[in-house]
């Protein structure tokens, strides 16, 4: 049931009460607790942990054993979903920023991931041309430049197959998803472009998950 309130989006989430949730159905173990404490200079600014797991009950759910996300960071995430991906899965994980996938790369082999995640170097647009040999893919999870949010989509659509998933993090742009500015355009036209070829919802977490099931 829900009242009026949280109907309309209102929360009874506390800190107290995320924090209790995410030790209760996300834990970390040793590799996710590494992954989400980036050394000095790198930002914090991987999904929290109910998210994470969010993103690896996704694609459980969808089946998924190829998957591509673009924004590795250090690699949070991208633990979530290569550790959820069905036998022989493959995860190919775009970062722009070396340094970054260098921790990313230590990360994954600290989770013992190194065989089933490979980090490509580069920007999104470039790389993902690159890999669609390798599709059509099962999710796609978006989480990196929001000016680009709807080219990311573009290619998403064209290389899922029918019932894959596609994932945008930051859906509500940092609440500025309706801004008269270049990044609220890319990230309203990715939803729309999602909303027209996908089931999609945006989920209301914190900033905002776009997941959309590719039609037929
Ligand atoms: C929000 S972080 C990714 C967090 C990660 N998905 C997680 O939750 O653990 C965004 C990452 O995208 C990278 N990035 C920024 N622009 C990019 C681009 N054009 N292509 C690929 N990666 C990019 C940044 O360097 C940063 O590491």
Redesign the pocket.
Known sequence: MADDDSRAGSRYATRPILDWCADTHAPHDAALAR?FAPPDGV?A???GPS??RLLALLCKLAGARKAV??????????IHIARALGDGGHLWS????PA?AAIARDNLAAADLSDRVTVVE????D?LPTLEGHGPFDAV?I???KL?YDRYGTWALANLRSGGIVLG??AFLFGELLDDSDRGRAMRGFHELVAKACDSVCIPTPDGLVLGIKRT
Do not use: R
């Open positions: 992954a930002p600014i991987m999904v998210e994470g996300e673009v924004g590795t960071l250090v690699g949070y995430s991208t775009i970062e722009f920023d970054h580069g920007a999104g647009v790389v999870f989480d990196a430049d680009n993090d930051n």
